[in-house]
Nanobody, 115 residues
């Protein structure tokens, strides 16, 4: 059984920063891509950023230059540093990872940016 647990969300004022973490645990043999998605009320879930096992990254246009994704393979953990946050970044953020060739999701964590 594999589990992804997110932490670091919360309420922040516009222009502020938050750092999300997602740790994978359980019977893990391999982890390929890791990433973050988000879903705002009334909207579809969208990719925020992902990172391959070798460190290659991809970002949504809306967060380029403000968010940075990174991972610690020794800790099976992926991070999302979010700077210059905007009210439109408000959403539930979900961790995603390809673990043991299967797609795994975290339970989601709320990020709220006040104006």
């Amino acid at each position: 059984q594999v589990q992804l647990v997110e932490s670091g969300g919360g309420l922040v004022q516009a222009g502020g920063s938050l750092r999300l973490s997602c740790a994978a645990s359980g019977s893990i043999f391999s982890i390929n891509n890791m990433g973050w998605y988000r879903q705002a009320p009334g909207k579809q879930r969208e990719l925020v950023a992902n990172i391959g096992s070798g460190g290659r990254t991809k970002y949504a246009d809306s967060v380029k230059g403000r968010f940075t994704i990174s991972r610690d393979n020794a800790k099976n953990t992926v991070y999302l540093q979010m700077n210059s946050l905007k009210p439109e970044d408000t959403a539930v953020y979900y961790c995603n990872a390809a673990i043991n060739l299967r797609d795994a999701w975290g339970q989601g964590i709320q990020v709220t940016v006040s104006s």
